[in-house]
């Protein structure tokens, strides 16, 4: 679950309501991750009373501020359980420094596998793909020089994901960043908004905004010769934007369209 940012906590809690389901509803153990957090614990008890709120009784949160702390076996005992993990927002810079490599990735990734819904918001939706954003300017207009890539934990591979996607004007910032690495697939996800990324590869959009997707492969471009801070050249690349109901399909980068496909989709997701 790849969650935009500023998600709903007050009213229908679309966002989390689904994570707690998918969770295990009232059997769910989730455990917290708030290393990217400035507002430390504060961070982990908002989510602890969320979730207790949604039924949940048994959220365990972690905090790692350094690389020793993230190597602690009693990270991978406590993630051990977990039937579902939360990434909260912050810095994915920090969370990434920090945990990515460490027994608690580890653990990140091995919940992941086992079946465990693994969900993060802001940074740590950005956190999730193998090529994380880790800072960037704003504007419609790709130029070069616009953002920083850095590794992420891996988790959705060959994508890049920006969050907070409408609301901060991050529309240049992305298309630049495709056009420098055409292979990967870029994804915008807006506030209050959730791409649900389901075993078979395809992509639910649920909440209030809209799911961007850039699809590079048969774009062109100059980006390979750009200068300073430059606007780049960028033609062909193929957008999408879903709102909430619509549907893709990650391996033919194509939407999935037609009643009967939503019909098995939708249920599938219940």
């Known amino acids: 679950m790849i969650i935009g940012g500023a998600e709903d906590k007050l009213r229908d809690k679309v966002i989390l309501s689904r994570f707690a389901k998918f969770a295990g509803g009232k059997d769910a153990q989730v455990v917290v991750i708030s290393t990217a957090s400035s507002l430390g614990d504060e961070a982990t008890e908002a989510y602890r009373a969320l979730f207790d709120g949604l039924g949940i009784a048994d959220v365990v949160g972690l905090r790692p501020e350094t690389r020793e702390e993230a190597d602690a076996s009693s990270m991978t005992q406590v993630m051990s359980e977990a039937t579902g993990v939360f990434l909260t927002g912050g810095n994915q810079s920090r969370l990434t420094q920090v945990v990515a490599g460490t027994k608690l990735g580890d653990a990140i990734a091995n ?84 791409a649900v990324i389901h075993a ?71």
């Open 111 to 194: 919940a992941h596998d086992r079946g465990a819904v693994l969900a993060g918001t802001s940074a740590g939706a950005s956190a999730l793909a193998s090529h994380m954003v880790a800072y960037g300017a704003t504007g419609a207009t790709p130029k070069n020089r616009m953002a920083q890539l850095a590794a992420g934990f891996g988790v959705m591979p060959n994508m890049i994901i920006d969050q907070h996607f409408e609301q901060r004007g991050r529309t240049g910032r992305l298309l630049a960043l495709v056009a420098q690495s055409p292979a990967l697939l870029g994804i915008g996800i807006d506030e209050d908004t959730c």
């Open 200 to 270: 078979d590869q395809t992509l639910q959009v649920i909440g209030r905004g809209a799911v961007t997707i850039v699809d590079g492969r048969h774009l062109k471009t100059d980006a390979y010769r750009g200068k300073g801070h430059k606007p780049l050249m960028v033609s062909g690349a193929v957008l999408h934007s879903l709102p909430s109901g619509y549907w893709f399909d990650l391996r033919t980068r194509e939407l999935l369209a037609g009643e009967p496909a939503s019909e098995r989709r939708r249920e599938a997701s219940e």
